[in-house]
């Protein structure tokens, strides 16, 4: 069965710094593209960033952009999200998704992608 487990998430004061990881199982990542979406209650889900299937290729959400940095280690099925100078407003649930078929142009739209994580919570707070 194919799964997504997002990790690393947490709670954070402004400024500070979180990891996130998005590990696979049942199936290898290695052709798969990657997107991190955000959602907070009542509001609809937000595409923060993308990676294509061999990391050449990365998007970002223009509200993370130079903070959020997402990367891939194929060797072990692992996609990471670090995410650097955290505001208040980075709070919320995030989801890794994965679909083997995603145009880099609609890559933070999340009717790109078939295979979704639980979801980690990040709150940012002081």
């Known amino acids: 069965q194919l799964q997504l487990v997002e990790s690393g998430g947490g709670s954070v004061q402004p400024g500070g710094s979180l990891r996130l990881s998005c590990a696979a199982s049942?199936?290898?990542?290695?052709?798969?593209?990657i997107g991190w979406f955000r959602q907070v209650p009542g509001k609809e889900r937000e595409g923060v960033s993308c990676?294509?299937?061999?990391?050449?290729?990365?998007k970002y959400a223009d509200s993370v952009k130079d903070r959020f940095t997402i990367s891939r280690d194929n060797a072990k099925n692992t996609v990471y999200l670090q995410m650097n100078s955290l505001k208040p407003e980075d709070t919320a649930v995030y989801y890794c998704?994965?679909?083997?078929?995603?145009?880099?142009?609609?890559?933070?739209?999340?009717?790109?992608?078939?295979?979704w994580g639980q979801g980690t919570q990040i709150t940012v707070s002081s």
């Open positions: 998704a994965a679909d083997t078929s995603v145009s880099l142009s609609w890559c933070l739209s999340e009717y790109e992608y078939e295979y």
């Open positions: 049942g199936f290898t990542l290695d052709y798969y593209a």
């Open positions: 990676i294509s299937f061999n990391g050449g290729s990365t």
